[in-house]
């Protein structure tokens, strides 16, 4: 059974930092496209950052650029998100998504999905 949980949302102060954490389990998680996407109240989901199987391409939402940082462990099975310099408009439900096809995951199209995590940026 695949299983995606993110953890390390929470509430942070403006210009503060969070690592975001997703434990892939059920399926080849080195095999996979990963992908990190978020979702606020009343907006559609939007995509956030990327990262190929073994970790040397990246790809990253224009607004978050040089603030966030997708990374992945194989042997761990996990994918992070490290974000810096928060803003509010950086508050969501952050959701971790893999794909075994890199044409599909641009076409928004994702095999697994994760429950996610919140992140409140509030002072």
């Known amino acids: 059974q695949v299983h995606l949980v993110e953890s390390g949302g929470g509430l942070v102060q403006p210009g503060g930092s969070l690592r975001l954490s997703c434990a892939a389990s059920?399926?080849?998680?080195?095999?996979?496209?990963m992908y990190w996407l978020r979702q606020a109240p009343g907006k559609e989901r939007g995509f956030v950052a990327t990262?190929?199987?073994?970790?040397?391409?990246?790809y990253y939402e224009e607004s978050v650029k040089g603030r966030v940082t997708i990374s992945r462990d194989n042997a761990k099975n996990t994918v992070y998100l490290q974000m810096n310099n928060l803003k509010a408009e950086d508050t969501a439900v952050y959701h971790c998504?893999?794909?075994?096809?890199?044409?599909?995951?641009?076409?928004?199209?994702?095999?697994?999905w994760g429950q996610g995590t919140q992140v409140t940026v509030s002072s």
């Open positions: 990262l190929n199987w073994g970790g040397g391409t990246s």
């Open positions: 059920g399926f080849t998680f080195s095999a996979y496209w």
């Open positions: 998504a893999a794909t075994s096809s890199a044409m599909a995951g641009r076409a928004g199209q994702y095999d697994y």
